[in-house]
T-cell receptor
Framework: GQNIDQPTEMTATEGAIVQINCTYQTSGFNGLFWYQQHAGEAPTFLSYNVLDGLEEKGRFSSFLSRSKGYSYLLLKELQMKDSASYLCAVKDSNYQLIWGAGTKLIIKP | GAVVSQHPSRVICKSGTSVKIECRSLDFQATTMFWYRQFPKQSLMLMATSNEGSKATYEQGVEKDKFLINHASLTLSTLTVTSAHPEDSSFYIC??????????????FGPGTRLTVL
């Protein structure tokens, strides 16, 4: 079957750096997405990786290794507003998104 | 960036009634829209894929006669929950794929509709 694994919850300190990992086993691969979701709101798009390597976008970076079925989202200079759930999603061979359950990130002062 | 709106944002209804949720892409054309349902502390679950001008494709386990989807134009899709019951209470989210987005093919999400069935 298809599976996306992410840690359920992580805690980090304001101003620090945190890395959220995502591993996947899917039927085919056509890209990996990271979304941020604040409680009670819809997800917002953060990043898209389809080739191996690191994509940097401001304080957020996303890394992909297709051979390892692995991605991470790196958040730098954490702010309190970064407290949210971070969802990893992979587009499979049918171009359908397979979603992880999300990682709840708690930022402490 | 691309904006997707949903209406209403919250709705409370009595058991047995029908509720319609609208999803609009405001500044781009969306040939494909998706409807998701999210229960508390769970991941998004795709309910159906809606293509403009054709019948929606429903995921396994989703009743097409209960969740009616209409995608009449390139900017509007509607989801009607017919004969709603308390177990249908959930957060319903639509997303739209920007037809001109190229390889990224990003989905843009609406703000969601919280449905509570009494």
């Amino acid at each position: 079957g298809q599976n996306i694994d992410q840690p359920t919850e992580m805690t980090a300190t304001e101003g620090a750096i945190v890395q959220i990992n995502c591993t996947y086993q899917t039927s085919g691969f056509n890209g990996l997405f990271w979304y941020q979701q604040h409680a009670g709101e819809a997800p917002t798009f953060l990043s898209y990786n389809v080739l191996d390597g690191l994509e940097e976008k401001g304080r957020f970076s996303s890394f992909l290794s297709r051979s390892k079925g692995y991605s991470y989202l790196l958040l730098k200079e954490l702010q309190m507003k970064d407290s949210a759930s971070y969802l990893c999603a992979v587009k499979d061979s049918n171009y359908q998104l397979i979603w992880g359950a999300g990682t709840k990130l708690i930022i402490k002062p | 960036g691309a904006v997707v709106s949903q209406h209403p944002s919250r709705v409370i209804c009595k058991s047995g009634t029908s509720v319609k949720i609208e999803c609009r892409s405001l500044d781009f054309q969306a040939t494909t829209m998706f409807w998701y349902r999210q229960f508390p502390k769970q991941s998004l679950m795709l309910m159906a894929t809606s293509n403009e001008g054709s019948k929606a494709t429903y995921e396994q386990g989703v009743e097409k006669d209960k969740f009616l989807i209409n995608h009449a134009s390139l900017t509007l899709s509607t989801l009607t929950v017919t004969s709603a019951h308390p177990e249908d209470s959930s957060f319903y989210i639509c997303s739209a794929r920007d037809a001109d987005a190229g390889e990224t093919d990003t989905q843009y999400f609406g703000p969601g509709t919280r449905l509570t069935v009494l």
